[in-house]
């Protein structure tokens, strides 16, 4: 094969490519930590006496304390950006980890995953922030699935994963496993993330490549940014649009995060590596419709002319319209059957998601995209936290899921009229005067 004649200096090469999947390693390992608890049900039961509603506190922990930092995380991304922010997350994340290895009792517990969801806020605003600065636009739909995909795939083989070190070193060992993944994700992201402007492997090329396809300009080192603020924000529907039909996919993903090895396990009475291989299937599909459909597809269509915002929407409200069969698994008494039911909701909100991730970028006014996704994903982790302890106590008070699977139905029929109704065009909101 004949060599190029083009001066590396001057090719677009993948380097982009290479940092969305630093992006998506650090969703895994968060999604890894956060699926742990589901595994560790029983063991807690036996060793501290958890019944189903201290274990919804439990998850409840988690999503709370996520959700009250998203805002704040948004406002920090916009000041002093990703590497910094995510930097200290990850440190932060692998000491919770450690906490809840080393947690006595349920209070101690209740405070270590409370933590965890402090250390893990930023990840999501911080990797959509990545995305417009290392993306152009037209490839956003796939890099921002390369992210989002991976808390499929970890809710997938981390069930699995945790499962099988469950077995082989008890409840406790299984978090100091996951404390030492967290390790590992630190030193790779501290060696090799930088912002575009600050890494001496991006060739000019790229740059310009990134920059003339609509990537998002860094803030100046030091410059405190200029754009929207937080109370103009809020007053747009744009923002209240995606927010609401977002957080009617928050509450399913967090049920099915949270409570799914449980409902196979309770449900159906089989054990808990059996529960592991039916959660595989359903996020292993969940993963490949988030990469395929909300990804590739997304950025085919566009790239083929198509009508940027008509194809975003079409799929957004698809993808929740797909997860309202979720209620077909309230009605069955059969374990294939509400696995089924399960795995086409899921891949339905999971294609969904990286859509809802990309429009932070593409409608906020400049200096102003961390502080919408913030906004989002306060009110969704509101619904995440909601959505495990409502489902632990409606189970502990009725001895089934069923009524807990068609609140999460019900609520995303509120998010798809959201979408249509209230959100309105993907396009920029205008700059405040």
Known sequence: ???????????????????????????????????????????LHTDLGLGPA?????????????????????????????????????????????LTAIAPNFALLFAARSFLGVAEAPTFPANAKAVGYWFPKSERGLATSLFDSAAKLSSGIGVLLTGFLLTQFGWRGMFWSTAALS????????????????DKRLTHAEAQYIKQGGGEPETPAGEVPRGAGILYLISQPKVWGLTIG???YDYLFALLLTWLPGYLTSTFHVNILSAGFDALLVWG?????????????????????????????????AGLVIGFAVIGAAYTNNLYVAVLWMTIAAAGISFHAPIA??????????NSTGQIGGVMNFFGNLASGAAPVATGFI??????????????????????????????????????A
């Open 246 to 248: 977002f957080t009617a």
């Open 54 to 98: 201290e274990f919804g506190l439990l998850n409840g922990a988690f999503f709370w304390t996520y959700a009250l930092c998203q805002v704040p995380v948004g406002v920090l991304l916009d000041r002093f950006g990703v590497t910094v922010l995510s930097r200290i997350a990850a440190a932060l994340w692998t000491l919770a980890s450690v």
């Open 183 to 198: 390790v590992v994700f630190f030193a790779v992201f501290y060696l090799f993330y930088r912002n575009p402007s600050q």
């Open 285 to 317: 599909t969940a993963t490949i419709s988030d990469l395929v459909v909300g990804g590739w597809l997304v950025d085919y269509l566009i790239g083929r002319s198509a009508d940027a915002n008509r194809v975003r929407k079409t799929l957004l409200i």
């Open 395 to 432: 189970v502990a008070r009725t001895g089934s899921f069923s009524a807990a699977i068609v609140t999460a139905a019900v609520i995303l029929l509120v998010g798809i009229a959201a979408y249509v109704f209230v959100l309105g065009r993907i396009d920029k909101i205008a700059e405040p």
């Open 357 to 366: 991730w990309s429009i932070p970028g593409l409608i906020a006014p400049r």
């Open 1 to 43: 094969m004949a060599r190029s004649i083009i001066a590396p200096a001057e090719r677009v090469t993948t380097l982009r490519w290479g940092i969305g999947l630093i992006l998506g390693l650090g969703v895994l390992v968060n999604y890894i930590d956060r699926s742990a608890l589901s595994v560790a049900q029983g063991s």
